[in-house]
């Protein structure tokens, strides 16, 4: 009978269930921005392919913070030197905010390529996709023209901002104006011993660092994803409870019969299961429609394809409660009130 009220009122069910998967398109989505959030600066320092880096003391990190250090701290720890600054690219003179990396020569011939090559001769450098330039392009740094010889991929920080990786001698001239000057030292092995006045973070701490600046964001998308499934349970407790109510009629009629309260109300039950969890199934294929148009790649985790439309059975239940109420409220004695 279940499925049999489903198919009568297939044009309500049909226009429900989209206006629902809609819903639960944008709850993939901005779970899916999360979990970029979330990954962003620790693919980003996965890309460094650096165990340690040696920083000043006092400051959080180097992605959130300025630091300066002389530029022999590299041979001190036995290590390379890096230089990290905000600056921006220009594209056919549009500037483009960046995150400028200094690498030595051997670090950048390192860098795992989505399209190009590392060129280490002259100023050329890899930018990440998110700028959008290609391979071959001349644009400008600053008041430097340099080439761009190769393109990364997920190489962003705080939601967005694409690393530029450079030599390490042209960021120091562009940044401090000498050679003799970096923001630390990268560091491969084991912990090294530092000097007074520095400290050793490792690569995940300055990643996990690197999300403070984006709390806020996480916590008012998190906000968003709430109301999203207040709604969704709107709108499937909207529905079933209006079922319960045209079927008022038909529930007396089967209380009359002998069938049990509990079988008629898990029937209302499946019905709002079943519109929630078509509702997901829609909403994973929309939701790969709408991804290629967030600059920001989403990146969904392999979790939320269970996750999501588990929750949406549970809040398909605890929505179609009203509706439960409404079945056993029904008095067989109704049944014959229509004859009467």
């Not at 979330?38 to 392919?49: I, R, V």
Request: hydrophobic residues 55%; contains cysteine; aromatic residues 6%.
């Amino acid at each position: 009978m279940t499925l049999r009220d489903l198919q009568f009122r297939r044009r309500r069910v049909l226009v429900v269930t989209f206006l629902t998967a809609v819903v639960f398109t944008l709850l993939f989505l901005m779970t899916g921005l999360i979990e970029r959030f979330n990954t962003e600066p620790f693919d980003a320092m996965s890309s460094l392919e650096a165990d340690h880096w040696v920083v000043p003391e006092g400051i959080s990190g180097p992605l959130t913070a300025t630091a300066s250090a002389p530029a022999s701290l590299a041979a001190e720890v036995g290590g390379d030197g890096v230089v990290l600054a905000r600056g921006s690219l220009f594209v056919d003179g549009a500037p483009e905010e960046i995150l400028l990396v200094g690498l030595a020569d051997e670090r950048r011939a390192g860098l795992d390529l989505a399209d190009g090559s590392v060129v280490t001769e002259g100023n050329s450098i890899v930018v990440d996709r998110l700028a959008g330039v290609d391979p071959g392009t001349t644009v400008m740094l600053g008041n430097t023209t340099v080439n761009v010889t190769g393109v990364t991929e997920n190489t962003t920080v705080l939601a967005g901002l694409p690393l530029v990786y450079a030599d390490l001698a042209l960021v120091q001239e562009l940044t401090f104006g000498t050679t003799d000057v970096v923001s630390g030292a990268l560091v491969d092995g084991d912990e090294p011993n530092v000097p007074a006045g520095f400290q050793v973070l490792s690569s995940d701490a300055v990643a996990e660092d690197a999300l403070g600046p984006l709390e806020n964001a996480i916590s008012s998308i998190d906000l968003i994803r709430g109301l999203l499934w207040f709604v969704a349970a709107i709108i499937i407790g909207a529905v079933v409870y209006l079922s319960a109510l045209e079927r008022s009629r038909d529930f007396a009629v089967f209380k009359a019969i002998g069938a049990s309260t509990r079988s008629l109300a898990g029937g209302l039950a499946l019905q709002a299961v079943i519109i929630a969890v078509g509702a997901c199934i829609v909403a994973i294929g929309l939701q790969f429609l709408v991804r290629p148009l967030f600059p920001l790649g989403v990146v969904m985790p392999t979790s939320a394809y269970w996750q999501i439309p588990l929750a949406a059975a549970v809040v398909a239940l605890i929505a179609g409660l009203a509706g439960v109420r409404r079945v056993a409220s029904s008095d067989p004695a109704a049944a014959f009130g229509g004859a009467a």
